[in-house]
């Protein structure tokens, strides 16, 4: 398929590529641990998506927290428009979306029109983002990855009362040395990033339907407890650590 716009998504844990047809349908998408060479790095992925068909002529619009490290991108975008014009591609509905990421977590609250009204951030305190969840899953041996599933799974949960990440592993300690089942702490560790996020939300006034993006949405267990801490479903985008990206890249596609 022909590439007709691209948008890369230089995120703080992940650089996400996305290249999209005329119709805006994705058709190529990359994704990277974001390397301490942010500019070297972009230009290498976005290379690669300009050897694809199109690719060579295809606008591109940057995003993400390295967005302005771009050279050679056309626009740079804020994340909070493009992951807002991701998801509404996708749900063509107003409500409030949720981004979790690997170093921020972002409430967009998004208009009939697919406008963003309003949003808050968290970009200063680990807890409420996707590395509170890296931390102790290294602290608990577990790939990331599974924590959902084994939090979902679990049969009980233990209260993680540190509202800090570096506290939070220091508790999983303790627990861990009292006896504690891993599945508990992992559980608990589920409902108090939920519990951070939930604030969030809730300081930008409760408006349902609730969409879930972000690389943590992948988590079935964060897009669950939110959905029961809001009294509403969370409807988690599909490839949702690649909105941005392809958010940015619809952008490209306007003149
Ligand atoms: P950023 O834009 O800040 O780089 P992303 O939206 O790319 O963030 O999300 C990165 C976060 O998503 C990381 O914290 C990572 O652990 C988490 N993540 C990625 N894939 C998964 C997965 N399959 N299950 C759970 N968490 C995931």
Redesign the pocket.
């Known amino acids: 398929m022909t590439l007709a716009a691209l948008g890369i ?1 230089v ?4 650089t ?1 590529l996305v290249g999209v047809t005329a119709a805006g349908d994705i058709a190529w998408r990359r994704l990277a641990p ?1 390397a301490p060479r942010i500019e070297a790095q972009a230009e290498a992925l976005l290379a690669e998506a300009r050897a694809q068909p199109g690719g060579e002529r295809a606008p591109t619009v940057a995003t ?2 390295g967005r302005k490290l771009v050279a050679s991108a056309t626009r740079a975008l804020t ?1 909070i428009t493009c992951h807002a014009r991701g998801v509404y591609r996708r749900t063509g509905r107003a409500g409030t979306l949720v ?1 979790i ?4 977590s972002k409430v967009i609250l998004i208009g009939a029109q697919g406008q963003v009204l309003h949003f808050v951030m968290n970009d200063k305190c680990a807890a409420g ?3 509170f ?2 931390v102790t899953a290294g602290r608990l041996q577990l790939p ?2 599974e ?2 599933d084994m939090a979902r799974a679990a049969t009980a949960e233990v209260p993680i009362s540190s509202t800090c990440t570096v506290f939070a592993e220091s508790e999983i300690v303790s627990l861990l040395a009292r006896g504690t089942p891993v599945e508990h702490v992992v559980r608990g560790l589920h409902r108090a990033l939920v519990h951070r996020v939930t604030s969030l939300v809730r300081s930008l006034g409760p408006r349902p339907p609730y969409f879930l993006s ?3 949405a ?2 079935a267990a964060v897009a669950a407890f939110l959905g029961e801490a809001l009294g509403a479903p969370v409807e988690r985008a599909e490839e949702p ?1 690649l909105m ?1 990206a392809y958010g940015a890249a619809l952008s490209a596609l306007e003149p």
């Not at 995120?11 to 992940?14: I, P």
């Not at 990421?101 to 921020?104: F, P």
Request: glycine share 30%.
């Open positions: 998504d995120g703080s844990t992940a996400k974001t993400g927290y994340e981004d990421g690997g170093q921020d983002t996707g590395r969840l890296e990331v990855a924590m959902g972000g690389g943590v992948h988590n650590q941005g």
